[in-house]
C-alpha cells in the first residue's frame, strides 16, 4: 500500500539554527498538508500544497512540493522554542478517497 | 476553518469496561469524519471512516466490533472502545473532512483512554 516516509524522526537544534524535515512518497500525491503537533497537543493544520514544485512561505517557514509531486519538505530558518512540537506531513493518493496516509513524523527539539 | 471538539478529554477506565468517545462538529455538517490513534510517540493511524447515515468503514487490522462507530448526525460521531483492555490504551483522535478543492481535514482535541 501507499507510504509516506519522513525523516529525521529526530531533530535537537540550538535556538537560532535552520530546521529541515523531508517527506517522500511512495506513489504520487494528489496533494501533501503539514501539520504541527505539540507535546500534549492534537495536530494543527499548516498549509497544503497542491502544484507540482509549488513552494508556500509562512513566516520562517517554508514548504516544498516536489516537481514529481512525491516529495516534500518543511524548512524552518531560525528556529525559535515555539517552533518546538512533532510536524508531520500526510498525503492523499492518487484516488483521492479523503483518506490522509501521515508520515511518521520529525520532532523537533529546540535548545535555547 | 472546522472547529472540532471531543468528549472527553481524558478517560480511565478498568479492563473490561466499555467506553464512549463523543466527536462533535461545532460549526460545519460533516458527512465524513475520520478516527485515528495514536500511540505515545507515534504517527497517526487511521482507525476508520465514519459516514453519516451509513455504516463506518474500517482500516484493516481494525475489529469493527471492537471498535463501534455511530455517526447518526451530520455533528457528531460515536467511538465506542468495547470491553477495553490496558492495549487500548492510546489517543484516540477525530477528524472531519471539510471537502472542497483541497479536503482539508480539521483535527478533535483527542481524548486520552487509558485501562487499567
Known amino acids: 500500500g501507499q507510504q509516506v516516509m519522513q525523516i529525521p524522526q529526530y531533530q535537537h537544534v540550538q535556538e537560532g539554527e535552520d530546521f529541515t524535515t523531508y517527506c517522500n512518497s511512495s506513489t504520487t500525491l494528489s496533494n501533501i498538508q503539514w501539520y504541527k503537533q505539540r507535546p500534549g497537543g492534537h495536530p494543527v493544520f499548516l498549509i497544503q500544497?497542491?502544484?507540482?514544485?509549488e513552494v508556500k512561505k509562512q513566516k520562517r517557514l517554508t514548504f516544498q512540493f516536489g516537481e514529481a509531486k512525491k516529495n516534500s519538505s518543511l524548512h524552518i530558518t531560525a528556529t525559535q522554542t515555539t517552533d518546538v512540537g512533532t510536524y508531520f506531513c500526510?498525503?492523499?493518493?492518487?484516488?483521492?478517497?479523503?483518506?490522509?496516509?501521515f508520515g511518521q513524523g520529525t520532532t523537533l527539539q529546540v535548545k535555547p | 476553518g472546522a472547529v472540532v471538539s471531543q468528549h472527553p478529554s481524558r478517560v480511565i477506565c478498568k479492563s473490561g469496561t466499555s467506553v464512549k468517545i463523543e466527536c462533535r462538529s461545532l460549526d460545519f455538517q460533516a458527512t465524513t469524519m475520520f478516527w485515528y490513534r495514536q500511540f505515545p510517540k507515534k504517527s497517526l493511524m487511521l482507525m476508520a471512516t465514519?459516514?453519516?447515515?451509513?455504516?463506518?468503514?474500517?482500516e484493516q487490522g481494525v475489529e469493527k466490533d471492537k471498535f463501534l462507530i455511530n455517526h447518526a448526525s451530520l455533528t457528531l460521531s460515536t467511538l465506542t472502545v468495547t470491553s477495553a483492555h490496558p492495549e487500548d490504551s492510546s489517543f484516540y483522535i477525530c477528524?472531519?473532512?471539510?471537502?472542497?478543492?483541497?479536503?482539508?481535514?480539521?483535527f478533535g482535541p483527542g481524548t486520552r483512554l487509558t485501562v487499567l
Open positions: 500544497l497542491v502544484k507540482s514544485g
Open positions: 500526510a498525503g492523499y493518493g492518487s484516488s483521492n478517497t479523503g483518506k490522509l496516509i
Open positions: 477528524s472531519l473532512l471539510v471537502g472542497g478543492a483541497y479536503n482539508e481535514q480539521f
Open positions: 465514519s459516514n453519516e447515515g451509513s455504516k463506518a468503514t474500517y
